[in-house]
């Protein structure tokens, strides 16, 4: 069973910038696939970045050139980087590989 704990989340005006850590217990790490995908108050969840075992990334286009998704194999993490936040990337941030799903960490981009 996977399991993922996520962190970094937090409170942070709009421009700001925050670095989301996903730790992962799995075997093999390094040949899943993993994303990030948010839910914001009565909204579905939804795709924000994902990054393949190779490496190839996928972005939403209301984070492209501002978020960036990347993996430290060897730590077995992923990691979103979230620049020039707005009020709308305001969700609960949820970390995904297998069939596993992570507890969730708070954003909220608020002035």
């Known amino acids: 069973q996977v399991q993922l704990v996520e962190s970094g989340g937090g409170l942070v005006q709009p421009g700001g910038s925050l670095r989301l850590s996903c730790a992962a217990s799995?075997?093999?790490?390094?040949?899943?696939?993993t994303a990030w995908y948010r839910q914001a108050p009565g909204k579905e969840r939804e795709l924000v970045a994902d990054?393949?075992?190779?490496?190839?990334?996928n972005y939403a286009d209301s984070v492209k050139g501002r978020f960036t998704i990347s993996r430290d194999n060897a730590k077995r993490t992923v990691y979103l980087q979230m620049n020039s936040l707005k009020p709308e990337d305001t969700a609960i941030y949820y970390c995904?590989?297998?069939?596993?799903w992570g507890q969730g960490t708070q954003v909220t981009v608020s002035s």
């Open positions: 990054i393949t075992a190779g490496g190839r990334t």
């Open positions: 799995i075997r093999f790490f390094s040949l899943f696939a």
């Open positions: 995904h590989v297998q069939d596993g």
